[in-house]
């Protein structure tokens, strides 16, 4: 499978986001997705994961309360909706996919094996 992230852009600290997520070559039905953020000079940080059914999720804490993962496996998509965006959510934001049981999430991003191109994501103060 192949992995395509869109949906970034500039906005202002206090707007909302969705970023998308659409695979190719493949379905993401058996795969553990996540979504991961690099900014400038950081390492690469884990955001969201999701379990294969969507049932299961977890995010990293400075979203907890800010962001929501979901899945559409019929349309082979995956989202990240961001709200109340900081400056400090300034990143280039990847997803992944990685095969995984039912109910399982990951959040390192070691675990996972397939990278898209990533979207950037500007927050002006």
């Known amino acids: 499978v192949q992995l395509q992230a869109s949906g970034g852009g500039l906005v202002q600290a206090g707007d909302s986001l969705t970023l998308s997520c659409a695979a190719s070559?493949?379905?993401?039905?058996?795969?553990?997705m996540g979504w991961f953020r690099q900014a400038p000079g950081k390492e690469r940080d884990f955001v969201a994961t999701?379990?294969?059914?969507?049932?299961?999720?977890d995010v990293a804490d400075f979203v907890k309360g800010r962001a929501t993962i979901s899945r559409e496996n019929a349309k082979n998509t995956v989202h990240l909706r961001m709200n109340r965006l900081r400056p400090e959510d300034t990143a280039v934001y990847y997803c992944?996919?990685?095969?995984?049981?039912?109910?399982?999430?990951?959040?390192?991003?070691?675990?996972?094996?397939?990278w898209g191109r990533g979207t950037q994501v500007t927050v002006s103060s």
């Open positions: 992944a996919a990685t095969q995984g049981v039912t109910g399982q999430t990951m959040t390192s991003a070691n675990r996972y094996n397939v």
């Open positions: 070559e493949g379905t993401i039905v058996p795969y553990v």
């Open positions: 999701i379990s294969r059914g969507g049932t299961v999720k």
